[in-house]
Antibody, heavy 119, light 110 residues
Framework: QITLKESGPTLVKPTQTLTLTCTFS??????????VGWIRQPPGKALEWLAL???????RYSPSLKSRLTITKDTSKNQVVLTMTNMDPVDTATYYC???????????WGQGTLVTVSS | QSVLTQPPSASGTPGQRVTISCSGS????????VHWYQQLPGTAPKLLIY???QRPSGVPDRFSGSKSGTSASLAISGLRSEEEADYYC???????????FGGGTKLTVL
């Protein structure tokens, strides 16, 4: 059974750096073709893709957020970490961790974690 | 402004067939697979259709997907009240080197 769970702060101040951890089970990020990604959704708005990391450490980032994002993996711990710098209130959203075996194809999702950016 | 264009809303009565469109360009839908997601209120999205027209295990065959040129469609036949949700299309965009989503379509079952 594949599961993913996001963890991290629920509240961050403007200009701070957000660090989110995705802890997963039921698959290995060292298996060929497997990737883990992050997608966010501001309240009442559409989904927005943020980043992906693959089994071979290939990393892809949203062009509009690339300068602020870093995605890393720890295969031994079954974890993927996303950091986003210089947080702003417009970054308030539910952040989802997902498993991907193809670009755009996210077959498994975490429950999501709501991050609020406010002073 | 989303790269993929979906109608903001759609509606149907129980048992009816409804379709939701997703319009893109040659760099996304025109050259890559389209995937569809269903998001029930207060829950995480769920993969509904992948690779244009493939259903994951457990998704009823009342859901179907199609693609033609730079547009794609999701069809739901035999509509049920519990399928009132937001639906999103997604694809890889070669020009942007990014996964792009549609703005979502809110389906109301009347």
């Amino acid at each position: 059974q594949i599961t993913l769970k996001e963890s991290g702060p629920t509240l961050v101040k403007p200009t701070q750096t957000l660090t989110l951890t995705c802890t997963f089970s039921g698959f290995s990020l060292s298996s060929t073709g497997v990737g883990v990604g992050w997608i966010r959704q501001p309240p009442g708005k559409a989904l927005e893709w943020l980043a992906l990391i693959y089994w071979d450490d290939d990393k892809r980032y949203s062009p509009s957020l690339k300068s602020r994002l870093t995605i890393t993996k720890d295969t031994s711990k079954n974890q993927v970490v996303l950091t986003m710098t210089n947080m702003d209130p417009v970054d308030t959203a539910t952040y989802y961790c997902t498993r991907s075996v193809q670009l755009g194809n996210f077959a498994y999702w975490g429950q999501g974690t709501l991050v609020t950016v406010s002073s | 402004q989303s790269v993929l264009t979906q109608p903001p809303s759609a509606s149907g009565t129980p048992g009816q067939r409804v379709t939701i469109s997703c319009s893109g360009s040659s760099s996304n839908i025109g050259s890559n697979y389209v995937h569809w997601y269903q998001q029930l209120p207060g829950t995480a999205p769920k993969l509904l259709i992948y690779r244009n027209n493939q259903r994951p295990s457990g998704v009823p065959d009342r859901f179907s997907g199609s693609k033609s040129g730079t547009s794609a469609s999701l069809a739901i036949s035999g509509l049920r009240s519990e399928e009132e949700a937001d639906y999103y299309c997604a694809a890889w965009d070669d020009s942007l080197s990014a996964v792009v989503f549609g703005g979502g379509t809110k389906l109301t079952v009347l």
